[in-house]
């Protein structure tokens, strides 16, 4: 794939350990490859640090969010909701994530990952932020407390989205960007098969890495250049050139980040 537009991963743990012996080679291969924005979601306080080191060697390229992952809403989730919080008040984040809701791993935590979730997307909207939603195997929850919190303030993106053409609809009415990475190349993943009626407009690009890595890289550690194969992908599914997709969705991060 050539490209001459930017590239935007919407959503990378550039500050994960998987990359500790190769994290600036890992950036620059992306960088090379036309990926020049990096969204860095937070999973909770334990990750505060690198991510500020992060930002600090790439202030060009990184930027950072402020959130509670809800499969690390624990017993103590109220001092790392005081965290998250007392974040927010000292610096700028672009946006509150990643939060919401993930069934999938336990159960047990559900009231708590609930009231984690409301209380963070009232932060959210205090600071004027957008909101990037974690989950899984929970639509009904989330779209729940999403009907209880919408408002013109409500906005964000779905990160990781997987779900049916009605869910993404729903979604989309929350004023939610559906983020699409690597399950977009999976021979299972589904959600290729209704994406080209959903709206350019309404999609962001992400790798999630070192999760979840495109096809022909699918169960090894995933990096931001791989969203090149995201690109890809979207450019047969759209019937667009790779460079349109790649401006478009950058256009898009924009108008959720503002930046």
Same mark, same amino acid.
Not at 7 to 10: L, S
Not at 240 to 244: D, F, I, K, R
């Given at each position: 794939?050539?490209?001459n537009?930017t590239?935007?991963?919407?959503h990378t743990?550039?500050? =994960?350990e998987?990359?500790?012996?190769?994290?600036n080679e890992?950036i620059?291969r992306a960088?090379? /490859?036309?990926v =020049?924005?990096?969204f860095?979601p %937070?999973?909770?306080?334990?990750?505060? !640090?690198?991510?500020?080191?992060l930002?600090?060697?790439?202030? !060009?390229?990184?930027?950072?969010?402020?959130g509670l992952?809800?499969?690390?809403?624990?017993?103590n989730?109220l001092e790392e909701l005081?965290?998250?919080?007392?974040?927010? *008040?000292?610096? @700028?984040f672009y %946006?509150v994530?990643?939060?919401g809701?993930?069934?999938y791993w336990?159960?047990?935590?559900?009231?708590?990952?609930?009231?984690a979730?409301k209380?963070?997307i009232?932060l /959210?909207?205090?600071?004027?932020?957008?909101?990037?939603?974690?989950c899984? !195997?929970?639509?009904?929850e989330i779209?729940?407390?999403l009907?209880?919190?919408? =408002?013109p !303030?409500?906005?964000?993106?779905f990160h990781?989205?997987?779900?049916?053409?009605e869910q993404?609809?729903?979604?989309? =009415?929350?004023?939610?960007?559906?983020?699409?990475g690597?399950?977009v190349?999976?021979k299972?993943?589904?959600?290729d098969?209704?994406? +080209?009626q959903?709206?350019? @407009?309404?999609?962001?690009?992400?790798?999630?890495s070192p999760y979840? *890595?495109p096809?022909?890289?699918?169960?090894?550690?995933?990096?931001?250049?791989?969203?090149?194969?995201?690109?890809?992908?979207l *450019?047969?599914?759209?019937s667009?050139?790779? +460079?349109?997709i *790649? /401006?478009v969705?950058t256009?898009?991060s924009?108008?959720?980040?503002g930046?």
């Open positions: 794939m050539e490209t537009s590239i935007t991963d919407t743990h550039l500050y =994960s998987e990359f500790d012996q190769d994290r890992m620059q960088i090379d /490859a036309g =020049s924005r990096f860095i %937070a999973i909770d306080s334990t990750c505060t !640090e690198s991510m500020y080191e930002e600090k060697n790439h202030p !060009e390229n990184v930027f950072l969010m402020m992952h809800p499969t690390y809403v624990k017993d989730f005081q965290h998250v919080e007392n974040e927010l *008040a000292k610096r @700028k %946006a994530g990643e939060i809701i993930d069934l336990d159960k047990t935590h559900l009231p708590q990952q609930q009231i979730f209380k963070q009232q /959210a909207k205090q600071y004027k932020l957008p909101i990037v939603i974690h899984r !195997e929970a639509f009904e779209f729940e407390i009907e209880e919190e919408k =408002s !303030e409500l906005f964000g993106i990781c989205f997987t779900g049916t053409y993404a609809l729903q979604a989309i =009415s929350y004023n939610m960007k559906l983020g699409i690597g399950v190349t999976f299972n993943g589904k959600i098969q209704f994406l +080209n959903i709206d350019l @407009k309404h999609i962001v690009l992400e790798t999630d979840l *890595a096809v022909p890289f699918r169960g090894k550690r995933n990096e931001s250049s791989y969203i090149v194969n995201v690109v890809d992908k *450019a047969q599914i759209y667009l050139s790779a +460079n349109e *790649a /401006a969705t256009e898009n924009k108008a959720i980040f930046i």
